[in-house]
């Protein structure tokens, strides 16, 4: 869990969740380690790096994205 889903134009849902955050440290503390995982999991050099050497691979064995 690293977020909170918000029904567009919502304002009561949305203060609802910045209030939930604000109040619980131990949450807004599992969030941001989760969010900072996921992102180093998905959008770091090394998994943008992973991606293109499979991509290419694919290229190569199948001639063919």
């Keep these: 869990q690293n ?3 918000v029904m567009k134009d919502n304002v009561p849902m949305f203060t609802e969740a910045v209030a939930e955050l ?3 440290s131990k ?3 599992k ?3 989760n ?3 996921y992102y180093s999991r998905n959008f770091s050099y090394d ?3 992973e991606e293109y ?3 290419y691979e ?3 064995q199948k001639g063919k994205i």
Excluded: T
Aim: negative net charge; hydrophobic residues 45%; aromatic residues 8%.
């Design 3 to 5: 977020g909170r889903l």
């Design 22 to 24: 604000l109040c619980d």
């Design 27 to 29: 949450l807004r503390m």
């Design 31 to 33: 969030m941001e380690d």
């Design 35 to 37: 969010g900072y995982e």
């Design 47 to 49: 998994s943008f790096m």
């Design 53 to 55: 050497v499979r991509l």
């Design 58 to 60: 694919n290229v190569l």
